[in-house]
């Protein structure tokens, strides 16, 4: 008998930041690392939310991010894990079945080069893994999301280590 392909798990989006602390040349610099060495999307500012942050008034921009899905999340995500030796932490997955991990160097991205204008920038990477039909059932009712539909951590590490090779361990 097939597996029921309701329980199949997928990549939902990939979302990559880049958090600079400051407006002005630092800001432009992540914005040229992440739009045209990094991904090839449109990126987003990301601005403070209240004093609190790095001590900044509210709705200063201080990072760069890019949502990508589809094939670009899978492509680009097969690169930032080759980057980090195909090795996660073993706390990179939250109780949703979501991974984050970070990238030290844009520079170990394979097809990336060293600019000195721009120098080296850090990023993290967060992943979205969703089964089928869970959009159409956070859109109704939210609340009735069986935990059986929910995404465990440890299908998401299952997940990544058949379709991306990866191997968690201390970090």
Same mark, same amino acid.
């Given at each position: 008998?097939? $597996?029921?392909?309701?329980? $199949?798990?997928? %990549?939902?989006?990939?979302?990559?930041? %880049?958090?600079?602390? $400051?407006?002005?040349?630092?800001?432009?610099?992540?914005?040229?690392? !992440?739009?045209?060495?990094?991904?090839?999307?449109?990126?987003?500012?990301?601005?403070?939310?209240?004093?609190?942050?790095?001590?900044?008034?509210?709705?200063?921009?201080?990072?760069?991010?890019?949502?990508?899905?589809?094939?670009?999340?899978?492509?680009?995500?097969?690169?930032?894990?080759?980057?980090?030796? #195909?090795?996660?932490?073993?706390?990179?997955?939250?109780?949703?079945? #979501? !991974?984050?991990?970070? =990238?030290?160097?844009?520079?170990?991205?394979?097809?990336?080069?060293?600019?000195?204008?721009?120098?080296?920038?850090?990023?993290? =990477?967060?992943?979205?893994? @969703?089964?089928?039909?869970?959009? =159409?059932?956070?859109?109704? #009712?939210?609340?009735? %999301?069986?935990?059986?539909?929910?995404?465990?951590? @440890? $299908?998401?590490?299952?997940?990544?280590?058949?379709?991306?090779? =990866?191997?968690?361990?201390?970090?």
């Amino acid at each position: 008998m097939a $597996e029921n392909p309701m329980k $199949e798990i997928r %990549i939902e989006k990939v979302v990559i930041n %880049i958090g600079c602390g $400051e407006a002005g040349e630092k800001l432009d610099k992540a914005k040229k690392v !992440l739009e045209t060495l990094i991904t090839g999307h449109k990126i987003v500012t990301t601005h403070t939310h209240d004093r609190t942050t790095f001590g900044m008034a509210k709705g200063r921009p201080i990072g760069m991010m890019v949502t990508l899905r589809g094939k670009d999340a899978n492509d680009f995500l097969k690169r930032a894990i080759e980057s980090v030796e #195909n090795k996660l932490p073993k706390a990179c997955c939250d109780r949703q079945g #979501n !991974l984050s991990f970070g =990238v030290r160097e844009h520079i170990s991205m394979p097809g990336v080069r060293y600019d000195p204008e721009i120098g080296v920038w850090g990023m993290d =990477v967060c992943i979205r893994l @969703e089964r089928r039909g869970y959009r =159409v059932l956070r859109k109704r #009712n939210p609340d009735k %999301i069986s935990k059986k539909h929910r995404v465990k951590p @440890e $299908e998401a590490k299952e997940f990544m280590i058949k379709n991306f090779d =990866v191997k968690f361990g201390e970090e």
